[in-house]
């Protein structure tokens, strides 16, 4: 017998994994449970993309789209990272302004989920589901923590790691206003020996502006530990903004940093 791709066999798999709480599955999957050639399964699965019944984040790899968010086109990206980097043994982290979404400290909801990886990978888009992925040098060794989806837990950056990277990655941010902004409602979270060690994951010219800014957005005394680290490990003075002229910039001694930016945070 033929089988027919338009009929019930791919809508009765996908049907009994969401009725078993799983919303994700892999090409090779489908085959092995339908018994039929990739080729095939694509078909099928083409069909119920159509439906928006499901969707492809990934090559060879869908979600399964409860009505609830039909109109994305997708499961929002929180919902399949997670099970994207599991299935392909990759490290990685929700971090920037992901993160801070999470810690409560983001102006808005990101236009896209920025996501920290070990080695490049491509853009995601799905529907109206955005990810980007960020290479983070020393990535296993930045502090992160899990928080609860609707379907598991993700990866994300602590608060301290947060305010790190979002310093270093300034310009994926919206620039040095937006971050000053973010780091002025996250400062709260943020303990001083914690900021020390994730610190310690990071070149030290991100650990001299982060010092300078948290210094202006008032964020009492958590930058303090960060003072005696930046006098014994940086080497030379840096520019506020990376890329912009500072050859007439003022110093700031404490955290060797030229200002060579007047930053008006968006608080």
């Not at 083409?46 to 499901?54: M, P, Q, V």
């Not at 109109?71 to 043994?89: D, H, N, T, V, Y």
């Not at 040095?176 to 990071?202: N, W």
Request: proline share 8%; glycine share 6%.
């Amino acid at each position: 017998m033929i089988w027919n791709p338009s009929g019930p066999a791919a809508r009765d798999y996908v049907d009994s994994l969401a009725s078993s709480g799983q919303y994700h599955f892999t090409l090779s999957d489908a085959r092995e449970a339908l018994g039929v050639s990739a080729a095939a399964a694509m078909l099928a699965f083409g069909l119920l993309a159509r439906k928006s019944i499901i969707a492809q984040p990934a090559r060879d790899f869908y979600v399964i789209v409860p009505p609830e968010y039909r109109s994305l086109g997708c499961l929002p990206a929180e919902q399949f990272i997670p099970s994207i980097m599991r299935i392909r043994a990759r490290p990685y982290y929700a971090g920037l302004l992901s993160a801070a979404q999470y810690h409560g400290a983001a102006q808005h909801s990101p236009e896209q989920f920025q996501v920290l990886v070990q080695d490049p990978l491509r853009p995601i888009e799905c529907g109206q589901v955005r990810a980007v992925f960020i290479v983070r040098e020393q990535l296993r060794m930045v502090p992160a923590q899990f928080f609860d989806t609707p379907r598991g837990t993700i990866r994300v950056s602590t608060p301290e790691a947060t305010a790190i990277d979002l310093v270093g990655y300034c310009q994926r941010v919206g620039g040095l206003d937006q971050v000053a902004a973010v780091l002025a409602r996250l400062a709260a979270q943020i303990d001083p020996q914690k900021l020390l060690s994730a610190a310690q994951t990071a070149p030290i010219p991100w650990v001299q502006r982060l010092g300078y800014l948290l210094s202006l957005v008032d964020s009492g005394n958590r930058a303090d530990t960060l003072r005696g680290y930046v006098r014994s490990e940086a080497r030379q003075s840096v520019p506020l903004l990376p890329g912009a002229s500072h050859s007439e910039a003022p110093m700031e001694e404490d955290w060797k940093v030229l200002v060579n930016s007047d930053l008006e945070p968006a608080l």
